[in-house]
Protein backbone atom coordinates (compact mmCIF):
# COMPACT_ATOMS: atom_id res chain seq x y z
CA UNK A 1 0.00 0.00 0.00
CA UNK A 2 1.32 3.38 -1.04
CA UNK A 3 -0.09 6.93 -0.32
CA UNK A 4 2.25 9.56 -2.25
CA UNK A 5 1.31 13.11 -1.85
CA UNK A 6 2.38 15.80 -3.40
CA UNK A 7 2.00 19.72 -4.33
CA UNK A 8 3.73 21.13 -1.17
CA UNK A 9 5.61 24.22 -1.29
CA UNK A 10 6.49 28.00 0.08
CA UNK A 11 3.38 29.94 -0.45
CA UNK A 12 3.06 34.10 0.34
CA UNK A 13 0.13 34.42 2.85
CA UNK A 14 -3.59 34.88 0.68
CA UNK A 15 -2.21 32.17 -2.23
CA UNK A 16 -2.66 28.97 -3.46
CA UNK A 17 -1.82 25.55 -3.64
CA UNK A 18 -3.14 22.08 -4.61
CA UNK A 19 -2.22 18.80 -2.94
CA UNK A 20 -2.26 15.48 -4.58
CA UNK A 21 -2.25 11.96 -3.16
CA UNK A 22 -1.81 8.91 -5.39
CA UNK A 23 -2.56 5.47 -3.67
CA UNK A 24 -1.99 2.36 -4.51
CA UNK A 25 -2.03 -1.31 -3.52
CA UNK A 26 -5.77 -1.46 -2.02
CA UNK A 27 -9.16 -0.77 -4.08
CA UNK A 28 -9.07 3.08 -3.68
CA UNK A 29 -12.49 3.85 -5.01
CA UNK A 30 -14.24 1.49 -1.84
CA UNK A 31 -13.45 3.85 0.79
CA UNK A 32 -13.43 7.73 2.22
CA UNK A 33 -10.46 9.26 2.05
CA UNK A 34 -8.72 12.14 4.31
CA UNK A 35 -6.16 15.15 4.54
CA UNK A 36 -4.61 15.88 7.96
CA UNK A 37 -2.17 17.92 8.95
CA UNK A 38 0.57 18.71 11.52
CA UNK A 39 1.92 22.02 12.22
CA UNK A 40 5.15 22.36 14.12
CA UNK A 41 4.92 21.76 17.79
CA UNK A 42 1.03 21.10 17.67
CA UNK A 43 -0.95 17.57 17.16
CA UNK A 44 -2.23 15.79 13.91
CA UNK A 45 -5.31 17.81 13.19
CA UNK A 46 -8.33 17.07 10.85
CA UNK A 47 -8.78 18.90 7.69
CA UNK A 48 -11.59 17.51 5.35
CA UNK A 49 -12.84 14.10 4.13
CA UNK A 50 -14.35 13.07 0.93
CA UNK A 51 -17.00 10.12 0.45
CA UNK A 52 -16.30 7.10 -1.68
CA UNK A 53 -18.35 8.47 -4.27
CA UNK A 54 -17.44 12.21 -3.84
CA UNK A 55 -21.38 12.16 -2.32
CA UNK A 56 -20.33 14.37 0.38
CA UNK A 57 -17.24 16.18 2.01
CA UNK A 58 -16.68 17.84 5.01
CA UNK A 59 -14.38 19.88 6.46
CA UNK A 60 -12.83 21.15 9.62
CA UNK A 61 -13.73 24.88 10.94
CA UNK A 62 -10.66 26.35 10.21
CA UNK A 63 -10.78 25.74 6.40
CA UNK A 64 -14.10 25.96 5.85
CA UNK A 65 -15.16 27.79 2.82
CA UNK A 66 -11.27 28.16 1.62
CA UNK A 67 -10.13 24.38 0.87
CA UNK A 68 -12.24 21.98 -1.41
CA UNK A 69 -11.08 18.00 -1.31
CA UNK A 70 -11.84 16.15 -4.48
CA UNK A 71 -11.19 12.87 -5.72
CA UNK A 72 -10.58 10.82 -9.11
CA UNK A 73 -11.35 7.24 -8.55
CA UNK A 74 -10.32 6.01 -11.97
CA UNK A 75 -6.77 7.79 -11.38
CA UNK A 76 -6.96 6.66 -8.04
CA UNK A 77 -5.84 9.97 -6.26
CA UNK A 78 -7.48 12.52 -4.16
CA UNK A 79 -6.52 16.16 -4.08
CA UNK A 80 -7.00 19.46 -1.39
CA UNK A 81 -7.24 22.99 -3.36
CA UNK A 82 -5.97 25.53 -0.88
CA UNK A 83 -7.16 29.29 -1.41
CA UNK A 84 -6.52 32.34 0.64
CA UNK A 85 -3.89 30.59 2.56
CA UNK A 86 -3.25 31.84 5.75
CA UNK A 87 0.36 31.34 8.08
CA UNK A 88 -1.83 29.20 10.20
CA UNK A 89 -2.42 26.52 7.54
CA UNK A 90 1.82 25.82 7.84
CA UNK A 91 2.08 22.34 8.37
CA UNK A 92 2.71 18.62 6.99
CA UNK A 93 -0.62 17.51 4.85
CA UNK A 94 -1.14 13.59 5.37
CA UNK A 95 -3.66 12.02 2.90
CA UNK A 96 -5.56 8.77 5.12
CA UNK A 97 -7.57 6.32 3.36
CA UNK A 98 -10.21 4.65 5.75
CA UNK A 99 -9.55 1.40 4.42
CA UNK A 100 -11.02 -0.73 7.64
CA UNK A 101 -10.39 -3.25 8.69
CA UNK A 102 -7.09 -4.37 6.35
CA UNK A 103 -5.87 -0.58 6.88
CA UNK A 104 -6.21 2.79 8.26
CA UNK A 105 -3.31 3.80 5.90
CA UNK A 106 -1.52 7.03 6.34
CA UNK A 107 0.44 8.97 3.34
CA UNK A 108 4.01 10.42 3.90
CA UNK A 109 2.95 13.75 4.19
CA UNK A 110 3.93 16.90 2.11
CA UNK A 111 5.39 20.15 3.58
CA UNK A 112 3.17 23.26 3.44
CA UNK A 113 4.35 26.48 4.32
CA UNK A 114 2.94 30.10 4.25
CA UNK A 115 5.19 32.91 4.59
CA UNK A 116 5.85 36.12 3.18
Known amino acids: VQLQASGGGLVQPGGSLRLSCAAS????????MSWFRQAPGKGIEWVSTITRGSSSTSYSDSVKGRFTISRGNAKNTIYLQMNVLEPEDTAVYYCYAWALPRGPYWGQGTQVTVSS
Open 25 to 32: GFTFSSYP
